[in-house]
């Protein structure tokens, strides 16, 4: 194969595409990668040179670039030291281990939560300290710790309670804790007020008085921040003495699963450490070591190596159905049974809430778009309705986000209050302007970051609430928006469409938020077939003039646009496709194929 130079492009578009069938201008993500003559060249060569390339435009410097092909956490895990309270935190977690002292892990109901809490007490475990948990219900006890869950933990027992993925603003929360003689220890990642609640200590990279250090890694879940906390932990446990002839050092490596499920189910930034964690879990999630997430993945029909898509699609949306519309505590007791017939059981109990979840999700879905026609001005879409499930709101959210382009809020009512949460757009941080609706005394209560948030608010406050949003959020909204474009790392003739360029992009993953999934071009192609598969997706078989053809396929596509244009009105003219390559490996040779996000006329 051969490739044109890598060099800046000079054009203002990929292929003069500045409207597609979408509305989108196509450009670059970075330099002008175009193949072409794709038999004759060596591949290694032009597979580096693709891997260097897509680095590069993901904003690893040049001199950098072997460390980002092979993240490692030897690679990037910093000095847990570098956080504030992390060595507070761990010294007092020792102190727990070595005198065994009742602990319990106060988790949120989400796979972050779910996670983080199963990390802490598989890690604890293999320390010798069997420690509790407690996850609260999402319907009855709403998000975070609550005073009083706090406080029945300590009369029952618990001497340090470690709240994870939740803690941050529970001010009085943790204040009741204090005054019960109760320690409590908060391990998370969402934003923070300059007044810290009453903890023992607390480890959270968005702290407004973190280090320069620390808040480098702001983009951590709640997981990753427990893993630290681990290593800490493990560390202050060496100095003192505590590892020997009849006690081992615990298996950090293997709770890396954990790690990555946590990471990309939280849709956290997969770059530089969250990168390295996802990396190497999905490792330690193909040696199926971990009886619960074994029987999750069988339950999701999941036998080749899962990738890091597979964690956000398949198992992560398991996990959370429990928190969402069934038992809170299931995603923690699959991810630390040791019990293959329990796990199995879990699992299944998991899928089955999982399907209930989806028909909810699409009944308040379609109501919820019923709405988006009155609110076409507004730069944050602020729905709401009586009777939705609050499980599935966040979802909701993020379908209209996609919809629209813009941050979403989805708010359930009842007759005393409404439960929300948003999702945002890259550049609008939702999260802060939450917080202020709540520093405002617009909302009870909320919180999250920068794409994602909570709350929770008075009915009569609603067009209060969206209006503030709404003149907070304008200009950043506006300015994101504008500089909307489809950025395309590649671009090809059909030829160039196959299993090797397929396992060549993959080499410069994991990808997910903030490290985005190669995006190519093909064509010009002929429309061969153009049909309508399953719920309103679009099949296509393209053919292009080097005589290759393709299979491509537009998820929930075919009443857009460009999914009418491609049914309807494609006899005689040439296109452009663009998408995600991905390998189709049903039938006897394994084919590349599109996934269909644009299509532009080629003439």
């Not at 972050?112 to 069997?130: C, N, P, Y």
């Amino acid at each position: 194969m051969a490739s044109s130079p890598l060099a800046p492009s000079m054009l203002a578009s990929v292929l003069g595409v500045t409207v597609s069938l979408s509305g989108k201008a196509w450009r670059w993500r970075g330099g002008n990668m175009a193949l072409d003559d794709t038999e004759s060249a060596d591949a290694r060569e032009l597979n580096r040179t693709i891997l260097d390339q897509l680095l590069l435009t993901r904003g690893v410097a040049e001199d950098d670039l072997e460390r980002h092909a092979q993240p490692t956490l030897r690679g990037f895990l910093p000095d847990p030291a570098i956080f504030r309270d992390m060595e507070t935190a761990a010294t007092r977690l020792a102190h727990s281990v070595t005198t065994g002292e009742r602990v319990t892990i106060y988790g949120d109901y989400d796979v972050d939560g779910a996670t983080s809490a199963a990390l802490l007490v598989e890690l604890l475990r293999q320390l010798g300290l069997e420690a509790g948990y407690y996850i609260p219900d999402r319907l009855l006890e709403g998000y975070g710790p609550s005073g009083e869950a706090l406080v029945r933990l300590g009369e029952a027992g618990s001497q340090l309670i470690v709240t994870v993925d939740c803690g941050a603003m529970a001010h009085e929360a943790l204040g009741m804790a204090r005054d019960a003689g109760v320690d409590v220890i908060v391990v998370d990642h969402h934003k923070c007020s300059a007044e810290l609640p009453p903890a023992a200590a607390l480890v959270n990279p968005n702290r407004l008085d973190e280090s320069d250090a620390g808040a480098a890694h702001g983009h951590l879940a709640a997981v990753g921040v427990a893993f630290l906390l681990g290593v800490a932990l493990v560390r202050c446990l060496r100095g003192k003495g505590w590892f020997g002839d009849y006690r081992r050092e615990p298996d950090l490596m293997g709770l890396l699963d954990l790690v990555a499920l946590g990471t990309v189910a939280d849709v956290a930034a997969l770059h530089g450490l969250n990168r390295a964690f996802v990396a190497q879990g999905l490792k330690v999630l193909a040696r199926r070591d971990r009886i619960g997430m074994a029987a999750l993945m069988d339950a999701s029909r999941l036998t080749r190596a899962p990738q890091a898509s597979d964690l956000g699609f398949a198992l992560g949306p398991r996990i959370n159905a429990g928190g969402r519309i069934g038992e809170s505590t299931l995603g923690v007791r699959l991810l630390t049974t040791t019990d293959p017939e329990e796990a199995r059981a879990i699992a299944a109990q998991l899928s089955q809430l999982n399907e209930e979840r989806r028909a909810i999700e699409g009944e308040v879905q379609e109501a919820a778009e019923a709405q988006l026609a009155r609110q076409h001005n507004m730069a944050v879409q602020v729905i709401s309705g009586y009777g939705w499930h609050p499980g599935v709101i966040g979802i909701v959210a993020g379908r209209i986000k996609e919809k629209t382009g813009k941050p979403a809020v989805v708010i359930a009512l009842d007759e005393a209050q409404g439960k929300g949460s948003g999702r945002s757009i890259s550049g609008v941080d939702l999260g802060a302007a939450i917080i202020a609706a709540r520093e405002a005394g617009l909302l009870v209560a909320g919180g999250g970051h920068a794409m994602a948030a909570g709350l929770t608010i008075d009915p009569a406050r609603l067009s209060e609430f969206a209006a503030f949003l709404d003149t907070r959020l304008a200009r950043d909204v506006d300015r994101a928006r504008s500089d909307a474009a489809l950025l395309l790392d590649l671009a090809l003739a059909p030829g160039g469409l196959t299993p090797e360029l397929v396992e060549t992009l993959e080499a410069a993953g994991p990808y997910g938020v903030g490290w985005p999934a190669p995006r190519v071009a093909v064509g010009p192609v002929r429309i061969v077939k153009a049909d309508i598969v399953g719920k309103d997706h679009l099949r296509v078989i393209a053919s292009g003039n080097d005589g290759r053809s393709f299979k491509a396929i537009a998820f929930r596509a075919g009443e857009t646009e460009m999914g009418q244009t491609l049914l309807h009105r494609s006899t005689g003219r040439r296109f452009h496709l663009a998408g995600r390559v991905k390998l189709d490996d049903w039938g006897n040779r394994p084919a590349a194929e599109l996934h269909l996000e644009d299509a532009a006329f080629a003439d």
